[in-house]
T-cell receptor, first 113, second 116 residues
């Protein structure tokens, strides 16, 4: 069974700092990996989706990498801002046309002004 | 972009009553919809998957008679929590997928259910 782990569970950084969030998964046979943002009491906002054949995706100040063979992904946030404060979830999709995402427990990020 | 809405955004009900949560895909046809629940400080857990016009497929441990799911059209799915108990209090999130983008799901904003 696929298990997704995110470390650290919580992270506080001063504004302007660059940071890295980590995600690891136990079964490397994934179809793709997706990073989400969740604000308190809100739903999920998709940030980046990396197909299994890709190694990274970038969107603005965000860069996500994928090393499928080692079961790891990182989300790099450059020049963090207070508005980046949220919980970040990674999720892996198993197999083509799969109907399930396996979610990690998230990293709660606080950017201190 | 693809938008999924949920209604209500929050609801409080008394123990023993039933409550219905709606999930709508606003600008695409959702052939498949998913229902998740999330407890505080925990991740999302898939409850069930429904395809339009078919019975929902429930994950292990989810009571199908308690959590009734209907996916009667390509834009609407409903989750009814029957005979709600305080332990059903949770954050319920729906997700939808259209047939042409089977690799990506779009998530609703969630519904906070509190059972008193």
């Amino acid at each position: 069974k696929q298990e997704v782990t995110q470390i650290p569970a919580a992270l506080s950084v001063p504004e302007g700092e660059n940071l890295v969030l980590n995600c690891s998964f136990t079964d490397s046979a994934i179809y793709n990996l997706q990073w989400f943002r969740q604000d308190p009491g809100k739903g999920l906002t998709s940030l980046l989706l990396i197909q299994s054949s890709q190694r990274e995706q970038t969107s603005g100040r965000l860069n996500a990498s994928l090393d499928k063979s080692s079961g790891r992904s990182t989300l790099y946030i450059a020049a963090s801002q207070p508005g980046d404060s949220a919980t970040y979830l990674c999720a892996v999709r198993v197999g083509t046309g799969a109907n399930n995402l396996f979610f990690g427990t998230g990293t709660r990020l606080t950017v201190i002004p | 972009g693809a938008v999924v809405s949920q209604h209500p955004s929050w609801v409080i009900c008394k123990s023993g009553t039933s409550v219905k949560i709606e999930c709508r895909s606003l600008d695409f046809q959702a052939t498949t919809m998913f229902w998740y629940r999330q407890f505080p400080k925990q991740s999302l857990m898939l409850m069930a998957t429904s395809n339009e016009g078919s019975k929902a497929t429930y994950e292990q441990g989810v009571e199908k008679d308690k959590f009734l799911i209907n996916h009667a059209s390509l834009t609407l799915s409903t989750l009814t929590v029957t005979s709600a108990h305080p332990e059903d209090s949770s954050f319920y999130i729906c997700s939808a997928r259209e047939s042409t983008t089977y690799y990506e799901q779009y998530f609703g904003p969630g519904t906070r259910l509190t059972v008193t």
